[in-house]
C-alpha cells in the first residue's frame, strides 16, 4: 500500500508513461511573446487524444492573465497545429468569454480534431484579439506572429493565418 506524499505523483508519473506509446514523443507547446499584448498566456500544453488515424484529436489547454488596467469581456486565442514534419497542420481560433478584471488569471480547454490529428507534433499559440469592457479591441500583429512561427516552419507567412481552417 502506498502510503507517502511522494507516491502519488510518482503514481501518476507511472501511469502516463504506460499510456504514451513506445517510440512517442511529447507534443512541443510554444507560445508567442507578444510585449504589447493586453493579456499574456502563462502556461499551455498539448495533448494527443487518442492514437488512432480514426478517433484523434488534440487537447490545447492554456492560462494566461490580463495585465492591463482594463477589463477584458472576451479572449481570442490562436492555436497553429504542426505535424511531426514540422509542417502546417491546421489552426483553431478559440475564444473565451469569461470577464477579466485587471491583474486577474483565466484558463481555457479546446479539443481540435483536424483530419490528421494523429500526426500532430507542435503546437504554438498567440493572444489574437481581446475585447475591453468599453468595446475597444485590440488586435494582433499577424507579420510578428507569422515571424515567430518561422521557428517551426521556415515558410510560414501571415497569410496562413488569416486563411479560413
Do not use: C
Request: glycine residues 8%; aromatic residues 8%; negative net charge.
Amino acid at each position: 500500500m502506498l502510503t507517502s506524499r511522494l507516491s502519488l505523483p510518482i503514481l501518476a508519473a507511472a501511469l502516463f508513461l504506460l499510456a504514451v506509446p513506445a517510440g512517442a514523443q511529447a507534443p512541443r507547446a510554444l507560445i508567442i511573446d507578444q510585449p504589447d499584448a493586453p493579456v499574456v498566456i502563462t502556461k499551455y500544453t498539448a495533448r494527443q487524444l487518442g492514437t488512432g488515424k480514426v478517433e484523434s484529436g488534440i487537447n490545447h489547454r492554456l492560462e494566461y492573465r490580463n495585465q492591463t488596467e482594463r477589463r477584458v469581456e472576451a479572449i481570442e486565442v490562436g492555436i497553429v497545429a504542426f505535424d511531426i514534419w514540422n509542417e502546417y497542420l491546421d489552426k483553431l481560433m478559440a475564444t473565451d468569454l469569461d470577464s477579466l478584471g485587471s491583474g486577474k488569471s483565466g484558463d481555457g480547454s479546446w479539443i481540435h480534431d483536424p483530419a490528421a490529428a494523429f500526426l500532430f507534433h507542435t503546437g504554438v499559440v498567440y493572444v489574437s484579439r481581446v475585447r475591453f469592457e468599453n468595446g475597444d479591441i485590440w488586435t494582433a500583429d499577424l507579420d510578428a506572429v507569422a515571424e515567430n512561427i518561422r521557428s517551426v516552419q521556415s515558410g510560414f507567412s501571415a497569410e496562413m493565418l488569416k486563411k479560413k481552417s
